[in-house]
């Protein structure tokens, strides 16, 4: 079983940072970060392979958001600059061990979930 806890979530102003993180315990094959606003739908923001460089970040956050793990720490992060108040909502950590469609960012496509840490930036 994967438990996922993450960590780092608060309130910032417009044009700051925060950095997420990701601890996992159990065995993964992905894990990505996920956000869902109230009243929208959930959407993936960052994911990437275990053990690998290569990361998907939609092209609507590339610049802005930056995802990395450390393996040793079996942990994700996900460093946000720049933040907009639209970037606030609820950020979830999400893995998964067959991986098959992880670059797509799609919730269907990641097995285990973490319980999401606040993220919100005022204008």
């Known amino acids: 079983q994967v438990r996922l806890v993450e960590s780092g979530g608060g309130s910032v102003q417009a044009g700051g940072s925060l950095r997420l993180s990701c601890a996992a315990s159990g065995y993964t094959g992905c894990m990505a970060w996920f956000r869902q606003a109230p009243g929208k739908e959930r959407e993936g923001v960052g994911g990437m392979v275990r053990g690998s460089t290569t990361t998907s970040v939609p092209d609507s956050e590339k610049g802005r958001f930056t995802v990395s793990q450390d393996n040793a720490k079996n942990t994700l992060y996900l460093q946000m600059n720049s933040l907009k108040p639209e970037d606030t909502a609820m950020y979830y950590c999400?893995?998964?061990?067959?991986?098959?469609?992880?670059?797509?960012?799609?919730?269907?496509?990641?097995?285990?979930w973490g319980q999401g840490t606040q993220v919100t930036v005022s204008s």
């Open positions: 999400a893995a998964d061990v067959g991986c098959r469609k992880w670059w797509s960012l799609l919730q269907g496509d990641f097995s285990y």
